[in-house]
């Protein structure tokens, strides 16, 4: 029987492809789905509270006592000159595509414009064939429309996309 199929892009021999969870977060794990019959993996998920914390402490380790010396603060570059990111995210990610022979689809999740958007690169490069980019987030604020939601999720679908060539699949929040 042939369950070829098209996905992303991506020739897959069957439709079988575990989704994002903690299962796929160990390389040695997606080797065993892979043996077990996965055509793809969505490795697990990046989010980004993740990348703004890592960003935040850079910018507070960087600037504490700074305050003493008022041109202490031209010693470092701003927050959004860094390019850091959670590292064992990448490196599990790279590790894992080595290991395997078929594609690994990443996760990243996020809900606002921002730097964050940028480590899709950074994705792109430790070997992902595409990126599963979920957009959620609960409106709270009564002063935002819903048009000013749409432009942001629309914002930050132009940011990741402009810095990867890879495919890019946008998933929407249930109550988006």
């Not at 029987?1 to 897959?12: D, P, S």
């Not at 935040?56 to 700074?66: C, D, I, K, N």
């Not at 790279?94 to 990243?108: C, D, F, G, N, T």
């Amino acid at each position: 029987m042939n369950l070829a199929t098209n996905y992303l892009g991506l020739r897959l021999r069957t439709p079988l492809v575990p989704s994002a969870s903690p299962l796929t977060q160990n390389p040695d794990n997606i080797k065993l789905m892979e043996d077990a019959g996965a055509s793809a993996i969505v490795f697990h998920s990046l989010f980004e509270e993740q990348i703004r914390k890592e960003l935040f402490e850079s910018y507070v380790q960087t600037t504490q006592g700074t305050e003493s010396y008022p041109e202490a603060l031209n010693y470092f570059p701003e927050p959004t000159e860094f390019h850091v990111g959670p590292d064992l995210y990448l490196e599990n990610l790279a590790r894992a595509k080595k290991e395997v022979r078929i594609p690994i689809i990443a996760s990243l999740n996020g809900s606002k414009p921002g730097e964050w958007t940028r480590y899709a690169r950074q994705i792109q490069q430790a070997g992902a064939d595409a990126i599963e980019l979920n957009l959620y987030s609960i409106p709270t604020d009564f002063d935002q429309s819903s048009e000013q939601i749409e432009r942001a999720y629309l914002q930050v679908i132009r940011d990741v996309k402009s810095v990867v060539s890879i495919t890019l699949a946008v998933k929407l929040g249930p109550l988006f």
